[in-house]
């Protein structure tokens, strides 16, 4: 094999031919959704937009002229999109004017251009993440004219805790109290959990009624005691429906425990310190259990009614951020008075109140080094069992068969996730 085939081989996106054949190919699957909800532009007129890019910008490389050539192909989209925003306007019954297709032109030729220069994955991203603002527009309208005044009021508040109040703390460590501490870093973490708890709020708002799995899954990310609330009541009012509230009460737990890993993993990446990736499998098998256990015990396709409090509010926002604090003092001030005992017990207390708080909290202060990484791991644990405990505790307020399948399939799904831990350490 000459070194030629070999660069073929190990990189076939090298090639200019293979970028100009990804830049047509993202470009048709732009346009499939146009050519679907039949506008003007469709599937031909998108793809060819983004081999034209990816032409000129390939010529932009090589000539003198190809610079000058994207430029006004560059002008050419935009005025194509102009023109076809006014013959929507003329055309449509109601008057409303349409620029959804014109921008997604411009968007497919930024497609082209960039995948010519070699920026694949930031073409590729563009495209998908335009595809889905097309795909999801009844989703997006629909979730969009449901929100309050005041719901938007507390999206733009949170908006400015995100991305105003970060930049202006200060990067690096300090020492808070007595505990070394990464401001940014503690905030991106409030705001995270946070965040994730807004997105699945929209979710079960739009996808709510497509079945237990959607309700229990989501509506635990979101607020896994409304979830253990709302099938408490059905437990209560139905007999039948047992089985399917006990499964919700499982899908909340495994979204808690899935939520718990992904902020252990995603915030001790790309640090100096090891990942901490002895959450992984203790985690993903309390999350898996729960699944399978809800999978066999009930029909997923049952709707369920989930009433979930609006996350949108500056005041959750800072609650949970007090309690955060609070919950980082109190581990740091136990850790420092009775050692790894104290974390543990700081842990395993702080989670019957808030897993996600008590989690964070474990990864700061391994991040600080205040705590090695076995002990970051066994407190993120004890957090999630505890939440898991909670749960359970609350179904006894229900009926007996309630509480006796939650508080049983809890105790399989905790007991799977410990043996997954030692073996682990064993091994």
Not at 341 to 348: H, K, M, Q, R, V
């Amino acid at each position: 094999m000459t070194a030629t085939g070999a660069e073929i081989v190990g990189d076939p996106l090298s090639l200019p031919v293979a970028r100009l054949a990804l830049a047509a190919a993202l470009g048709l699957f732009l346009g499939l959704e146009r050519e679907w909800s039949e506008k003007s532009a469709g599937i031909r007129t998108f793809s060819l937009t983004s081999l034209v890019a990816a032409v000129f910008t390939h010529l932009a490389t090589e000539t003198e002229v190809g610079g000058a050539l994207l430029a006004v192909g560059g002008v050419l989209v935009i005025v194509q999109g102009v023109l076809l925003a006014v013959r929507g306007l003329r055309t449509d019954a109601d008057g409303a004017l349409s620029l959804t297709t014109s921008v997604s032109l411009l968007a497919a030729y930024g497609v082209g251009a960039l995948v010519a220069v070699g920026a694949v994955v930031e073409g590729v991203t563009v495209a998908v993440v335009s595809a889905a603002l097309l795909v999801l527009k009844r989703e997006l309208h629909s979730f969009a004219g449901d929100l309050s005044r005041a719901e938007l009021r507390s999206m733009t508040e949170f908006a400015v805790l995100a991305f105003v109040v970060y930049p202006v703390l200060p990067a690096g460590q300090r020492v808070v109290f007595g505990v070394p501490l990464e401001p940014r870093v503690a905030w991106l973490m409030v705001v995270t959990v946070a965040g994730i708890g807004i997105a699945n709020y929209a979710l079960v708002r739009t996808y709510g009624g497509r079945g237990i799995a959607v309700t229990g899954f989501l509506g635990g990310l979101a607020s896994s005691t409304a979830v253990v609330g709302t099938m408490l009541d059905h437990a209560t009012d139905r007999a039948e429906s047992v089985s399917y509230a006990v499964a919700g009460v499982l899908l909340a737990d495994a979204a808690m425990a899935l939520r718990n890993l992904a902020i252990a993993v995603a915030f001790t990446v790309g640090g100096d310190l090891p990942v901490l990736v002895g959450v992984a499998a203790p985690l993903g098998a309390l999350a898996l259990g729960a699944v399978a256990v809800a999978a066999a015990t009930a029909d997923w396709r049952t709707h369920v009614d989930l009433e979930i409090e609006s996350p949108f509010s500056l005041r959750n926002a800072l609650a949970f951020g007090a309690a955060f604090l609070v919950i980082l003092a109190v581990s740091s001030l136990a850790q420092a008075s009775f050692g790894t005992a104290g974390l543990y017990a700081s842990a395993a207390v702080s989670g019957l109140v808030s897993s996600a708080g008590a989690t964070t909290s474990a990864v700061l202060l391994y991040r600080g080094g205040t705590v090695g990484a076995d002990a970051a791991t066994v407190a993120v644990l004890l957090a999630t069992v505890s939440s898991v405990a909670v749960k359970a505790g609350l179904a006894f307020a229900g009926p007996r068969a309630f509480v006796r399948r939650v508080a049983a399939y809890s105790l399989v799904i905790v007991a799977g996730a410990a043996a997954v831990a030692l073996a682990m350490t064993v091994g």
